[in-house]
């Protein structure tokens, strides 16, 4: 018998509790190639924290997904932090593809549905509780940038757009970022 934690794919984060999550664009498309677009999430992210919605603990912005580790704290009127995260990024999104490459550029994006006619970001992101210091720093130690995928820097130090240079240098440029290293 596995006694192995098995982390079932959802998208519910649990208020108060700590999760690694990922949340990628729709068609895997690399919308966020563009530092324009990574610096929606950027303001995004520390809007939310400045509001005290969210703590932020790690992030790593990749051209076609993100990675958080985070804990929202209280829901955002009726709704949760995470899905006004998603729908303000997907909103400007919206707003500057329009600007940049006027209504075709949007076709990428175009779905189906009753409630919207464009969806940014795939359904279902993957929340994984970090259920222990073990779990949470193997998460903290992901270097997605140094992929043989992705190879956008040699050092994870280097990649702007995340917070590996605040893990191994304890140089914070995101000041609304909180050391994971303090919860356990």
Known sequence: MNNTPQHKRYSHLDIGEIYFWTATINKWQKLLLKDTYKDVIINSLQ???TQRLIDVFAFVIMPNHIHLIWRTNRLNGK???QGS???YTAHLFMKMIRNEYGSEGLLLYVI???NKSHEFWQRDP???HLFSKKVAFQKLDYNNPLGAHWQLVKDPVEYKYSTAKFYETGSNDFLFVKDLRAEF
């Open 85 to 87: 995260f998603l729908k």
């Open 112 to 114: 189906n549905a009753v």
């Open 47 to 49: 809007y939310l924290s």
């Open 126 to 128: 993957l929340a994984i």
């Open 79 to 81: 709704e949760s932090a």
